[in-house]
Nanobody, 116 residues
């Protein structure tokens, strides 16, 4: 079983930066897990933002490519999302997730609000 806890959200002006964290705990070894960041804006479906594999392969969705950076610190069991040049359309609840032993695990989410 895996527990995920996001933090770091908040209110920021357009053009600003935020760094989100996702701390993993539980039986699963964090370093072996692929990890994902997602977001869900009001009235919209949850969408994938970024992916990082256990081996360090990284992918981004088109809207955030070049502005967001996903990273992980396996020693701290922590996943990060560094967000730069934020836009009002980045406003959403951000979630981290992983799959372990065939089960999906999600954090509770952290709100990011970007004002224009």
């Amino acid at each position: 079983q895996v527990q995920l806890a996001e933090s770091g959200g908040g209110l920021v002006q357009a053009g600003g930066s935020l760094t989100l964290s996702c701390v993993a705990s539980g039986r699963s070894a964090f370093s072996y897990n692929d990890m994902r960041w997602w977001r869900q804006a009001p009235g919209k479906q949850r969408s994938l933002v970024a992916f990082i594999s256990s081996g360090g392969t990284i992918n981004y969705s088109a809207p955030v490519e070049g502005r967001f950076t996903i990273s992980r610190d396996n020693a701290k069991n922590t996943l990060y999302l560094h967000m730069n040049s934020l836009k009002p359309e980045d406003t959403a609840v951000y979630y981290c997730s992983t799959v372990s032993a065939g089960h999906d695990y999600w954090g509770q989410g952290t709100q990011v609000t970007v004002s224009s």
